[in-house]
Structure formats: structure tokens, C-alpha cells
């Protein structure tokens, strides 16, 4: 499968713990993008990565969140002592330049 | 003001009509826009792009006014599979990045 992929798909995890998501991208894609979305709403953007740069990262990544892209390829999203509003679906795209994004299946995150 | 608004919808109609959907952007420096489609608990899939021109794809035909900031999705001789979420997504320039702005989307049911 030559999508975009995002391990695990689910994670229930207790309140503060840390949790980290990894995404795989189209393989020639250098752009990528984390999104999170909740029940009834359209996906918010978190931050999104060219190459291995972070060139922009919204004010909803509050400092417990870091996303890391460390050879250019595939992305790690972590969440440090998570909260209850944290729980939520957690998208990966990935793009080429003036290309449609193409999204990988998600990481749906329970925070109990 | 939201970046990107959509009609709240749901919108539920019976096979065979015609539905139309609405959307609104706030940035008048946006380049790129898109209709996703999105299922339950699945991930967003590219619909069509929309050009200046307006463009069709079979029964669905997209139209952008640049003008109004507004941008409108058409669904003739509707489906039970067109039954889904409609996410209108505007490519937005951010700082040094261009991220893509998603509204909430609009839930469509058609009816049999």
C-alpha cells in the first residue's frame, strides 16, 4: 500500500501519560500535515512540515505537543500528560507542492 | 470569524434530487480550493478541485466566485452513496507555509 499510513489507529490511554503517533507519507511527498478533528467538526490544522523544517504550527499546539520530522520521511506527533481534550481523531496528510493532500486513516486518541 | 464557513446542514434529501452546498472564506489571498468528502469515522478524500471556471465531475459540478470569497458544490440526480460529509478546504497562506483551512463540513443524507 503506497498510502499514507498512521500507527497506532486507536490509543486509550489514562490521563497524563504521554502518548506518541507516528505517520508514514506518500514517499515522494514532502509536505506534511497533522491535523486533529472532533466529533461533528471539520479537521483543525496543527502544523505542518516541508522536508524536515516545521514552518508553521498553530496556537492550538500548546507546549505539551511536538511533532518531529527527522529525516524528511515519516513524522512522529507526541503528547506529553495528556488531558480529556486531547481525545480526539489525529490526521496525517501529506502533499506535493500544488498537489491535493491525501490523508492517512487517522489515530483515533481516548483519553480516560 | 472562521477562516472557512460551510452550511451547518444536515441536509437529508430522497433520491434523485438536487442539492447544493455553500462556502465562504474569510482570506482574500487564497489560491487553491477543494471539496473533500468524508465518511463516517473514515478519513477525508479528495472530491474536486474547483477552478475559476467552474468545473464538473459527472453529477457533481463545483463554482468559485473570487469576487465574494465563495465557492459552491452541486449534486445532481443525488445517490444513497453520496450520503457522507462535504468539507470545503481552502489552501491559505500562513507565514511561510501554505496549510490547507478545512470548515466544518456539511453532513448530506439521501433518502431512499
Known amino acids: 500500500d503506497t498510502g499514507v499510513s498512521q500507527n497506532p489507529r486507536h490509543k486509550i490511554t489514562k490521563r497524563g501519560q504521554n502518548v506518541t503517533f507516528r505517520c508514514d507519507p506518500i514517499?515522494?511527498?514532502?509536505?506534511l500535515y497533522w491535523y486533529r478533528q472532533t466529533l461533528g467538526q471539520g479537521p483543525e490544522f496543527l502544523t505542518y512540515f516541508q522536508n524536515e523544517a516545521q514552518l508553521e504550527k498553530s496556537r492550538l499546539l500548546s507546549d505539551r505537543f511536538s511533532a518531529e520530522r527527522p529525516k524528511g520521511s515519516f513524522s512522529t506527533l507526541e503528547i506529553q500528560r495528556t488531558e480529556q481534550g486531547d481525545s480526539a481523531m489525529y490526521l496525517c496528510a501529506s502533499s506535493t507542492q500544488g498537489s491535493e493532500a491525501f490523508f492517512g486513516q487517522g489515530t483515533r486518541l481516548t483519553v480516560v | 470569524r472562521k477562516e472557512v464557513e460551510q452550511d451547518p446542514g444536515p441536509f437529508n434529501v430522497p433520491e434523485g434530487a438536487t442539492v447544493a452546498f455553500n462556502c465562504t472564506y474569510s482570506n482574500s489571498a487564497s489560491q487553491s480550493f477543494f471539496w473533500y468528502r468524508q465518511d463516517c469515522r473514515k478519513e477525508p478524500k479528495l472530491l474536486m478541485s474547483v477552478y475559476s471556471s467552474g468545473n464538473e465531475d459527472g453529477r457533481f459540478t463545483a463554482q468559485l466566485n473570487r469576487a465574494s470569497q465563495y465557492i459552491s458544490l452541486l449534486i445532481r440526480d443525488s445517490k444513497l452513496s453520496d450520503s457522507a460529509t462535504y468539507l470545503c478546504v481552502v489552501n491559505t497562506p500562513s507565514g511561510s507555509a501554505r496549510q490547507l483551512t478545512f470548515g466544518s463540513g456539511t453532513q448530506l443524507t439521501v433518502l431512499p
Open positions: 514517499s515522494e511527498h514532502n509536505r
